[in-house]
């Protein structure tokens, strides 16, 4: 073993730069691995800590005061399962919008901070006691730390077009609802404020359970939902029903794609260490074949050349493997602030020592298996054959690209004649690239479809966007108002495509309906079709393999207390709501509710037609509830706002479908008319409320764009510089020779340059094409947990071909770089050798 | 006699271990146009140094080296390699021929340098080739596949391909054995003979008969010098005697 050692460090101190760009690839991939891992198996561990150390909830439900029973609370106290559960008060609202650090969310939970709840409700770190507690609000510590949030700031949420502002005087820590990418918001507001904000805005019950098994919430919401018999929904107007797991996944669902991305290019990078270290093995061994004649004439035996061998690479890739875990050690700082920007929990993730370790081993053993096998032709050489420099590697059968004759000029023809003769490297160089470039692409498509143009996401969403969406006040015939918009110059169309609420076979699912699936831009099947009759349903393949049903299978669907039948007629991508979303037909979903009157809009526009400009025509035109607006005379703005906010509520709570009003003030009628002048309840911007929803995972992306293109071009750049170098060291000769002739080192550097051409070319464009035909299938695999079925995504060929260009610029320009160490190659030193 | 190359003062040093060595020391030289130079003396006494030092592939420590009138120590490595590939051609020791080229591809190698037009080397090389006695059969051969001899006159083709104003030879008969060493050295003297300048370096004595003056170094320095008639079969024998005692002179 000593003598094997010295060999080892003999051939490591004569490679050093070699052994060098591999111990670096190597680092590389044990610190994305090391990450990766951690991630993986971490996330949802420390999601689980943060929970228990916060006393979160495991199990949240909302429903609407006038369908709760106190039964409901002995339902829960008797449950064995339940450790602990609160019930109170919340102010719930589904589209309420509300600016958070930039985004707009629309989903809000109001608590009480003094109702004396003791899960989810941490300790307030009040900064401003002087603040008036009935204008007073609590914001998640998220808030400040990452969106600038500061105590005295006001914080503005828009109820029906009316701001309500609050004043920041606290924070506290959270681990659900706090990120401006998430689902929606929780915070906590004074007693006082609670109860002047619940007067304006009512509010409904909020129950909450901790479990002994966390994961026991699911069953335990299904159960009650069965005693209640409520119709109760994930995410609705009026109700919410979250459990562990949805929580978790709303929470860690951007940081798991991370993670898995991460991984799948830890994976490249495995593969593309493997070429690497297979062509130095075997370049090695060529290199080396003289040396090794010696030592076997000196009586060295095969297996000790060979153990030097896998000593060497030992030497490389062990301390790289256990670098690479420690490097990642004090990232983990910089990943924690990363994964806290995208999902908002305080994370304590470290490194997961064990695993990575087992992993680095393994990926160790099996760089190591490689070197053994390419080892196994030292076996074979005589020691006579190898002190005559071996078998000729090249062969001289053919003179490739001679200079008498055809195209180019002689540095052309002399860097294609090079590439015939290394064909190997420049074949592993090829791979390489394709390889490289193949990860840049599906990245740079994930990049164009979820980050520039967000349509593929969207559409992976499995929500319909619109422009606007309008949803009518009760007394408007919406297929009337929709018919009598579309003829407007500025609409280009109008679908109606209403949202519903249902569950099949027991399970809660989002739902909507049309009488014409075949207007809709951003919803499409991948397999089958939408439903065209009343008894057909479309849903998700990923909800259809949960529950195990197929296209042409029935399922049960229920709500309201009324189950029908109907047949699944195709299956979509819908990437949210954990793929739990449903499709039918407006007469489909009268079999269920057969009053059900649709009061939802959605507005495609003309081209150059801005939201802004639509809403002022609308609001004007059609009269929008509860616009508030300062009509010029101040001194009544206040007093408007008022009223007209009286009557929404009225319309609101009472089922009244119109009002007719007079406001008088000071003896003056300052506001009057009538309710039904209002056809418009509420107008939402779709498209502005899909992108923060999906924000998350354009953060992710982006994120991951960035560590994935600078790790392959930091990869090409090392392992070209490294063949390049073991190209010079082996011609170097032969670049001797040329430069006593009167090559310049420029001329022979374009050679050298000009030689790696064709198989950079051919990689790279191999792994331009190969993106951008399988980009589709590799996300939509990639996805696929999340209910993903057809990810749309796609990159311009256009943009293929620029990236792949500026990857052969690059390319081009490290090559050069590396070979300007031709310049140390003197003609005296050839001759004094 | 015009001087085709000059040196002044010329120092070549090398720094071995820490320690300098001094190679060169202030030399004035001047290698004259159509002459068939020889550089002798004995091992370390700095031919071969001095050899690439006027030749442009290595640059002087000290001291300037002049072609005509460019004084090449003062140039940059490029303009070095500029100045070789348009004055020079080299025939080494060890020949140095490409492995993975043909044998005329490594004299193509060279003369497509100079000129774009392949047809015009290609001929050259043809002419060239049959002026050294090569078969044509050996021009898509590899250097493997060819002799000692052979190899070293396709290396003297490679050198002769641009039509240089100079010849260096190091030890071209070195590796050779005697009748591909006295083929070599046959087509030497004929080049010589058709006024081609030519700077030889060998330790052997018939190389240095074909000689026309014979310089002989003694640690670095000019020792002595030797001048002779133009080189023919029939004074041979008086010149390898009048070389043989001039040897003996400097300590040979």
Sequence with gaps: MKKAFHIAKANLKKHKSAALSL??????????????????????????????????????????????????????????????????????????????????????????????????????????????????????????????????????????????????????????????????????????????????????????????????????????????????FAIGEDSLVM??????????????????????????????????????????????????????????????????????????????ALFGILLALPLFSVIRQILASISATTWTLTANFPLALIFSIFISASLLLLVLLSCRRIHKIPPVEA??????????????????????????????????????????????????????????????????????????????????????????DADALALEMEKLDEVKKTAMLAPVHFSIEGTDMTGWCSDDF????????????????????????????????????????????????????????????????????????????????????????????????????????????????????????????????????????????????????????????????????????????????ISGYADAVSIITMVVSVISLGIIALILTMVVRQIVRKRRYELGVMKAGGYTTKQLARQIAISFMPCVLFGITLGCITGTYTVNPAVTAMFASTGTYNANVYIYPLAAVIIGFLILLFTYMVINLSAKGIKHITVYELISE | MKAIIKTEKLCKSFSVGGKQLHIIKNMDLKINEGDFTVIMGSSGSGKSTLLYAISGMDRPTLGSVWFGETDISKLTNDEMAVFRRENC?????????????????????????????????????????????LSKDLLDKFPSQLSGGEAQRVGIVRALINNPKLIFADEPTGALNSASGKAVLDVLTELYTSGQSVVVVTHDIKTAARGNRIIYLRDGALSGELNLPAYSDDNKAARMEEIQKFLERMGW
């Design chain 2, 89 to 133: 051609g080299f025939v080494f020791q060890q020949i140095h021929l490409m492995d993975n080229m043909s044998v005329m591809d490594n004299v193509m190698t060279s003369g497509l340098l100079l000129t774009n037009n392949k047809k015009k080397i290609y001929e050259r090389a043809i002419w060239l080739f049959t002026h050294v006695k």
């Design chain 1, 243 to 320: 459990d562990f797991s949805g929580g978790a996944e709303n929470s860690i669902m951007p940081v798991m794609i991370i993670s898995s991305i991460l991984l799948v290019f830890v994976i490249i990078i495995i593969l593309i260490s493997l070429i690497v270290i297979r062509f130095r093995v075997t370049n090695g061994i060529d290199e080396s074949m003289h040396t090794i004649g010696v030592l076997k004439a000196s009586g060295y035996k095969s297996g000790q050349i060979i153990a030097s061998y896998l000593l060497e690479y030992s030497i490389i890739s062990l301390p790289a």
């Design chain 1, 387 to 476: 002190l005559r420099g071996g078998i000729a590697t090249n062969s001289f059968r053919r003179n490739y690209f001679p200079l008498k004759k055809g195209l180019g000029n002689v540095h052309i023809r002399l860097g294609f004649k090079n590439m015939m003769a290394y064909a190997k490297q420049y074949l592993m160089i090829g791979a390489v690239l394709m390889a490289s470039t193949y990860a840049i692409i599906i990245i740079a498509a994930l990049y164009q479809n979820f980050v520039i143009n967000n349509t593929a996401l969207i559409q992976m969403t499995g929500i319909e966007i619109a422009d606007i969406d309008i949803i009518v006040t009760r007394h408007t």
């Design chain 1, 23 to 232: 111990f670096l690839i190597l680092l590389t991939v044990s610190v994305l691995s090391t990450i990766g891992i951690s991630i993986v198996f971490g996330v949802r561990k420390d999601y689980e800590a943060n929970i228990d150390r916060l006393n979160g909830l495991h199990s949240a439900i909302i429903m609407s005061k006038d369908v709760y029973l106190t039964e409901y609370e002995d339902f829960i106290k008797s449950d064995s399962r339940v450790i602990e559960y609160n019930i109170g008060e919340v102010i719930y609202y589904y589209l309420f919008p509300f600016n958070y650090g930039g985004d707009v969310l629309h989903q809000i939970m109001i608590l009480d901070a003094d109702a004396g709840f003791t899960i989810s409700a941490p300790p307030i770190d009040i900064r401003d006691s002087n603040i008036p507690r009935d204008r007073a609000v609590y914001l998640p510590l998220y808030a400040e730390q990452n969106l600038g949030f500061k105590t005295g700031d006001i914080f503005t949420m828009t109820h029906r077009n009316r701001p309500i502002e609050l004043i920041v005087a606290g924070f506290f820590e959270a681990t659900e609802y706090s990120a401006p990418n998430g689902i929606g918001l929780k915070i906590f507001v004074p007693g006082e404020c609670f109860h002047e904000l619940k007067n304006q805005l009512g509010s409904s019950v909020w129950i909450t359970a901790r479990f002994q098994n966390p994961y026991d919430s699911t069953v335990f919401n299904k159960d009650f939902r069965a005693y209640s018999d409520v119709d109760l």
């Design chain 1, 518 to 693: 075949s207007l809709m831009e951003t919803i499409r099947t991948h397999e089958g079709r939408f439903p065209r009759y009343d008894n057909e349903i479309a849903v998700t393949k990923l909800f259809a393999d949960q529950i195990g049903k197929e296209i042409g299978d029935s399922v049960k669907v229920k709500t309201k207390g009324i189950t029908q039948e109907y047949i699944i007629s195709g299956f979509f991508s819908a990437a949210s709501d954990g793929g739990r979303i449903g499709m039918m037909t407006l007469e489909g979903y009268r079999r269920l509710d057969p009053n059900y009157q649709r009061d939802n809009i959605k507005i495609y526009f003309n081209e150059g037609i801005r939201f802004d400009d639509f809403y002022g025509f609308i609001k004007a035109n059609y009269g929008v509830v509860n616009v508030y607006q300062d009509d010029g005379d101040g001194r009544f703005s206040a007093a408007k706002a008022r009223a007209e906010e009286k009557i929404s509520n009225y319309l609101e709570f009472y089922g009244i479908d119109s009002v007719e009003y007079a406001v008088i003030y000071n003896s003056e009628i300052i506001l009057s008319g009538s309710s039904r002048t209002y056809q418009i309840e509420q107008i939402v911007d779709i498209a502005e409320f899909i992108s923060t929803q």
